[in-house]
């Protein structure tokens, strides 16, 4: 029954998400209350994704380190410059919606993208690797991309901020990847297979009371919003189709570029939202509020692209084999 759950909520999953953040919306006196029991669901989202990861995977992605250097290179190099860009060009003048289109795309790499990249069968060591030192990182990348790009000082409680971030990513991925390493592979499946419904239940009820919290940014439709929505995700999905060529380009095997299309072009979108409404005016938060509308959106477009992809090649390569010598 729970793999019939499963495969029902992999299906419908392009539109999981826009309902979670409708409901959110709707709901959200309701809702906003629960806001504390996110890092818990993540938590265990980021467990359950870790249960197909094990030290040898881990290891093997730092001993070979460019697949995690062209994750970084699109996430905070490449992405950063582009949305500062367009956002001059869009919105000239405009500081505020500059700096979040900014902050929306210089923030870590989703930990979601762990459950993406383990549906579609990348390389799961590799996407806990780019997810662990990117998350790391963040502390210090994030304020000084701000200032560098966008001028902007960003104050923020950096201990709070890692530690809440081990608590969610760090800890419940080592602790997923020991029942790997030590466990009995069979079991270890069963568990991850089980696990595999309730992480895409607990992705809706994240995005929900995300979208709860930051209702009020979301209820002004407008020719402005609309586009700052369609710039939005036109900068979101660069980010997939980016990190899509250079593994290709590169020539890296299939699950990595697997691994490099999520990575690169997800975000920790929940945390920008936090980072916005917190420490910036309103304005700069509805750029990264709206991210959220499409990040799982995107994320089922390019996992069906990905499957078209490997389909043709299959048929391409049955074609071949299938020809008399």
């Given at each position: 029954m729970l793999q019939t759950i499963n495969q029902t909520l992999g299906k419908i999953m392009p539109l999981l998400t826009p309902v979670s953040v409708v409901s959110g919306v709707l709901l959200s006196a309701y809702l906003n209350g629960f806001a504390d029991?996110?890092?818990?669901?993540?938590?265990?989202?980021?467990?359950?994704?870790s249960l197909a990861a094990n030290f040898q995977s881990l290891k093997a992605a730092v001993i070979h380190p460019l697949p995690m250097l062209l994750a970084l290179f699109v996430l905070h190099i490449f992405m950063p410059l582009l949305a500062l860009a367009t956002g001059h060009l869009v919105f000239h003048g405009d500081s505020l919606t500059i700096t979040g289109l900014v902050l929306g795309v210089v923030i870590p790499t989703g930990i979601t993208s762990m459950i993406w990249a383990a549906m579609h069968k990348g390389?799961?060591?590799?996407?806990?690797?780019?997810?662990?030192?990117?998350?790391?990182?963040?502390?210090?990348?994030?304020?000084?991309?701000?200032?560098?790009?966008?001028?902007?000082?960003?104050?923020?409680?950096?201990?709070?901020?890692?530690?809440?971030?081990?608590?969610?990513?760090?800890?419940?991925?080592?602790?997923?990847?020991?029942v790997n390493q030590f466990s009995d592979p069979e079991k270890?499946?069963?568990?991850?297979?089980?696990?595999?419904?309730?992480?895409?239940i607990g992705l809706a009820l994240v995005v929900a009371i995300n979208s709860s919290v930051v209702a009020p940014y979301l209820k002004s439709v407008d020719l402005r919003f609309l586009t700052i929505a369609v710039t939005v995700f036109l900068v979101a999905f660069t980010g997939y189709v980016t990190a899509w060529l250079l593994g290709r380009l590169l020539k890296r095997p299939q699950e990595e570029i697997t691994a490099l299309i999520?990575?690169?072009?997800?975000?920790?979108?929940?945390?920008?939202?936090?980072?916005?409404?917190?420490?910036?005016?309103?304005?700069?938060?509805?750029?990264?509020?709206?991210?959220?509308?499409?990040?799982?959106?995107l994320a089922a477009l390019f996992g069906q692209m990905l499957a078209r992809s490997k389909l043709k090649k299959s048929c391409h390569v049955d074609k071949k084999t299938s020809l008399p010598s």
């Open positions: 029991f996110v890092p818990w669901i993540f938590a265990f989202m980021t467990f359950a994704g390389n799961v060591g590799l996407t806990l690797s780019i997810i662990l030192i990117d998350t790391i990182l963040s502390p210090f990348i994030v304020p000084f991309s701000l200032s560098v790009l966008a001028g902007a000082h960003v104050e923020m409680d950096v201990a709070g901020m890692m530690k809440g971030l081990f608590g969610m990513v760090v800890i419940p991925s080592l602790l997923g990847m020991l270890t499946a069963r568990l991850s297979a089980n696990c595999a419904p309730f992480s895409k999520f990575t690169g072009g997800m975000r920790n979108i929940s945390a920008g939202a936090v980072l916005a409404t917190s420490f910036f005016p309103a304005k700069v938060a509805v750029p990264v509020v709206i991210g959220m509308l499409f990040q799982q959106i």
